[in-house]
């Protein structure tokens, strides 16, 4: 019996259900100026794997945008031990937290930095039921968020590269 061993486990269960291939389905946020970065973008695929540190997640997207170009973009969370809450590296101002999502294969993350809150719903499918998106919109609306942006995702999303 090793005492050692279950914080360990701990910090290894909590990123693991993350890892992996997301699709960015739709934001939220008490303004239109909160969620105006995701304006240009057609769709985005996420790629979360464990960083060359531990405590450390290594993020991977490829944006395609609206007018078709593909825009890589990679940045590193921090994770807070005993928490769900993630730290970007060089972002000292903002701050994640991971939510738990009642529809298959999603994840709600809170986004909060220098003057701006923004929740964001994410999926394993980038076409999650739409009952989905509705239930997102519905628990981010009673969190004072007026503004809406559903990902349009009308072309194909771009390759991931494999660095």
Not at 11 to 20: A, M, R
Not at 63 to 75: D, Y
Not at 90 to 103: A, I, N
Not at 127 to 139: A, R
Request: hydrophobic share 30%; glycine share 6%.
């Amino acid at each position: 019996m090793s005492p050692v061993r279950a914080p360990e486990q701990q910090e290894i269960e909590f990123p693991e259900p993350h890892l992996g291939q997301w699709y960015f389905i739709a934001g939220a946020a008490p303004t239109k100026e909160d969620l105006a970065t995701f304006d240009p973008v057609d769709n985005i695929v996420f790629n979360m794997a464990t960083g060359s540190a531990p405590m450390q997640l290594q993020l991977h997207a490829t944006i395609r945008t609206k007018t078709g170009s593909c825009v890589p973009r990679e940045w590193i969370y921090h994770l807070t031990e005993g928490s769900t809450d993630l730290r970007t590296e060089g972002r000292p101002d903002m701050k994640t937290k991971l939510f738990s999502s009642s529809c298959p294969g999603g994840i709600m993350l809170k986004e909060t930095g220098q003057g701006y809150q923004r929740f964001l719903l994410y999926n394993r499918s980038p076409h999650p039921p739409e009952k989905c998106v509705e239930e997102f919109q519905s628990l981010t609306s009673c969190l004072d968020s007026k503004a809406f942006l559903l990902i349009p995702r009308k072309q194909e999303a771009c390759k991931q590269s494999s660095n």
